[in-house]
């Protein structure tokens, strides 16, 4: 009995998978472009003032409020608590008008001091990063990142370096930036030395001593 | 005059060394500050570590950081050599530090402790309480003399099943889909398409469809995901509800691996989402698990159209065919993208360096031991066999044991298979082969219509035969008989097997023929 069971079951599932198949498929998910624009002004001290300009499509800029209702949770995109990097000063501006999100924040210590030279990271080793222009202090990168809940980010970075920066060299294999910067003197002061006054003092009494009991010995 | 003229002169002198002295005093000039470095420093440290997904946290590109360390110069002179070193507990050596070589005043470094942990971390399988050690040090001037500094961060390390579904802390989570499964990409950590228990699983459900190659054509790939479902079904994989805290994010949650799910014949929606997820992408096609708000299933990706084939991985219990639960996968999906929704692209997120952790060996008959049964093979096993030994004249066959065996008289064994087949041997002494086969067909046509449709010669135990196959109709009946007649001994003897007449004959000759293969003469 448990045999004849067991047959039927097997030619159950030998007709199932026998059965033509006509499957109900979907289509992928529609993936939505994000055209990013970021500007990075590094600063003396390593640091970098960054703009950040996030334009949509009218879909996609729905969609992406979908997933981001609140403002916190968009300073979060910015900001993420595990963020590699340090970012301060955030603040947002949502045009729902034009689809557009912009940000400005500051990332502390952007840039590090090598001791001969300072290095920037652009992004992290292997990633696929375009170097499109150089033009004295600034450089132009683009990169398109993975689709990642709905979206694939296009990147356009503009790294504008300390004016006085030289010897800039870009490395696609580390990406990352090399530049000079010439080490600024430590600032002057300027003072008086009191040295000055007390030999001024002790000399012109000298004098007057000396010419007081000259004048009382004739 | 030269007396006075002398005095004079040291007065004008001094009165000269006077007024110049307070000239230069009047002159500024420049000098340079004497300043000291001022080292500040804020340690941020996870609050858990996840052990299942350990691999994660030493590669510096996923940028998991278990340590950050942020320091300013607040001084007005350069640090130099700044390092930081770290270890957890336990479970890694001290890191080997990046140097800066100088941290002017007022910048600031950001230093990242990626621990490389060892897969001892694997073998926890519950939290376990650690410590995070940061060591910096500095000297406050070139070639100075080192300063530094310890301090101690509390951590907890997850067991190895253990899932945070969110990284934002409670004061800043908003409670919303995204914020509840912000640690979504470490799912990649659970699926286990090369872990060999489930490759096998895979393999036995390839095969059972025709053993497809699945990533050949989009046919192919359906096929093969049916006989990985049907597999399933067969072996009774069950879904199972997941407690109700479970998607609330606000604790860990145990989420088993593929191999789990095999062994316990059961799992949760996201379980069984990796479960499946892994099947197909051992058979080389890429697969999601997708997250919405309260459940979790698979979605495979067919090799050329690109097409996705959501399933319902919850219709396991219903032992809904494949097609349906395609077809419920395909009502769920359109629910998903009607609201917040994350398909975890498992593929990509491994690709990245989110791989599972080195699962425990098991033996190559682990599934055959945890119970798994592909249908083919549960087929009618063949029977065990015995053996009948005549005593007189000596003869024997081999018979499957669940036949029935009779001796209706002294010169004739008959057996009776549960399927209707009938035996018979019988001998007479005196009979050549040709006088015993008169006999038989004597015997036959009394009771029926024989008619012969094959006659030839063979060879039985050696034995010069003649092999004849009628079909015999009788009481209404048609059916097959297949004879053999020999002599040996001075013994004639006739080896007859008959069934009624059906489309599965073939078969039934098949196992007549193995047991006839086993008589033999003699002793």
Redesign the interface.
Same mark, same amino acid.
């Given at each position: 009995m448990k045999q004849k069971v067991c047959l039927i079951i097997v030619i159950v599932l030998l007709a199932l998978i026998n059965m033509p198949i006509v499957s109900a498929q979907v289509e992928p998910p529609v993936v939505y472009e994000m055209d990013n624009k970021v500007t990075f002004s590094v600063l003396e001290n390593g640091d970098a003032q960054v703009k950040e300009v996030i334009s949509l499509s009218a879909a996609g800029f729905i969609e992406f409020r979908k997933q981001y209702p609140m403002l916190s949770m968009l300073a979060r995109l910015f900001k993420p608590k595990n963020i590699p990097l340090q970012i301060e000063n955030l603040k947002i501006d949502i045009d729902e008008t034009n689809n557009k999100i912009t940000a400005t924040y500051i990332i502390k210590g952007a840039s590090i001091n090598k001791r001969d030279y300072w290095e920037l990271i652009v992004a992290s080793e292997g990633e696929k990063v375009t170097l499109s222009a150089q033009t004295g202090n600034t450089l132009v990168f683009t990169f398109t990142g993975p689709v990642s809940v709905g979206f694939r980010i296009i990147t356009t970075s503009t790294v504008i370096l300390p004016l006085d920066a030289k010897n800039i060299k870009f490395d696609e294999t580390t990406n990352k930036i090399r530049y000079e910067l010439p080490q600024k003197a430590a600032p002057m002061i300027f003072t008086s030395n009191i040295i000055f006054l007390v030999i001024a003092g002790i000399a012109i009494i000298l004098a007057i001593v000396n010419y007081v009991l000259k004048r009382k010995a004739t | 005059m030269s007396k006075?003229s002398k /005095?004079?002169l +040291?007065?004008? *002198?001094?009165?000269?060394?006077? +007024?110049?002295? #307070?000239i230069?005093?009047? %002159?500024?000039?420049? %000098?340079?500050?004497v300043?000291k470095p001022k080292l500040e420093y804020k340690i941020l440290t996870?609050t858990h570590i996840i052990s299942g997904a350990y691999k994660v946290y030493g590669n510096?590109?996923l940028?998991?950081?278990v340590s @950050?360390v942020?320091l300013?110069n607040k001084g007005g002179?350069p640090l130099y050599d700044l390092k930081v070193l770290y270890r957890v507990e336990g479970y890694s050596d001290w890191s080997e530090g990046n140097l800066?070589?100088? #941290?002017?005043? /007022?910048?600031?470094?950001?230093d990242?402790y990626y621990p490389i942990f060892s897969s001892e971390i694997a073998k926890l399988t519950t939290s376990t309480p650690s410590n995070v050690k940061i060591k910096i040090t500095f000297t406050m001037e070139q070639n100075g003399k080192p300063q530094e500094f310890i301090e101690t961060k509390p951590v907890t390390i997850t067991g190895v099943h253990d899932f945070i579904f969110t990284? +934002?802390?409670p004061e800043?989570n908003?409670g919303?889909f995204?914020?509840i499964f912000d640690n979504y990409p470490l799912l990649g950590a659970w699926a286990t398409p090369t872990d060999p228990v489930v490759m096998k699983f895979a393999d036995m459900g390839n095969k059972?469809?025709?053993g497809a190659g699945a990533s050949l054509s989009d046919?192919e790939a359906? @096929?093969s995901l049916?006989?990985m479902w049907?597999l399933s079904?067969?072996n009774e994989i069950q879904y199972k509800t997941e407690p109700e805290a479970f998607w609330t994010g606000k604790i860990s949650q145990y989420i088993k691996y593929p191999r789990d799910v095999i062994r316990d014949k059961a799992g949760t929606c996201i379980d069984t989402a990796l479960f499946f997820a892994s099947l197909a992408m051992s058979q080389g096609l890429r697969a999601y698990v997708t997250l919405m708000p309260g459940h979790a299933f698979p979605i495979i990706?067919?090799p050329k159209?690109? /097409?996705? +084939?959501?399933i319902e991985s919850t219709a396991l219990n219903t032992k809904s065919?494949?097609?349906e639960a *395609?077809?419920s996968?395909?009502k769920t999906?359109?629910e998903a993208?009607k609201g917040?929704y994350?398909?975890v692209?498992i593929q990509?997120f491994q690709a990245m360096g989110i791989t599972p952790p080195e699962l425990e060996p098991l033996p190559v008959d682990v599934l055959e031991k945890w119970g798994i049964k592909s249908?083919?093979a549960?087929?009618?096993q063949q029977p065990k066999m015995e053996m009948y030994s005549n005593p007189l004249p000596k003869w024997s066959i081999s018979y499957p044991n669940d036949w029935a065996i009779q001796k209706p008289n002294p010169n004739e064994v008959d057996f009776y298979s549960p399927e209707g087949i009938e035996m018979v041997i019988v001998w007479g002494q005196g009979y050549d082969k040709e006088g015993i086969r008169s006999l038989v067909e004597s015997y036959l046509s009394e009771k029926g219509s024989l008619e012969i449709t094959q006659e030839k010669e063979i060879q039985v135990s050696g034995v010069p035969a003649i092999l004849v196959v009628y079909t015999y109709n009788t009481m209404d009946k048609v059916y097959l008989i297949v004879a053999r007649y020999l002599d040996y001994g001075g013994y004639g003897y006739s080896i007859l097997y008959d069934f009624i007449s059906t489309d599965k004959q073939e078969t039934l000759i098949n196992i007549c023929e193995s047991i006839v293969a086993t008589f033999k003469l003699g002793g």
């Open positions: - | 006075i /005095n004079m +040291i007065t004008i *002198i001094l009165f000269t060394i006077g +007024i110049l002295s #307070l230069l005093y009047f %002159v500024p000039i420049q %000098v340079t500050p300043e996870v510096p590109k940028g998991l950081w @950050k942020i300013t002179a800066y070589p100088i #941290l002017l005043p /007022n910048s600031t470094v950001i990242l990284s +934002i802390p800043e908003t919303t995204y914020d059972l469809a025709g046919e359906l @096929k049916e006989g049907a079904v067969y990706v067919l159209s690109g /097409n996705l +084939i959501p065919s494949f097609k *395609i077809e996968g395909v999906f359109s993208i917040p994350i398909i692209d990509s249908p083919t549960t087929q009618p």
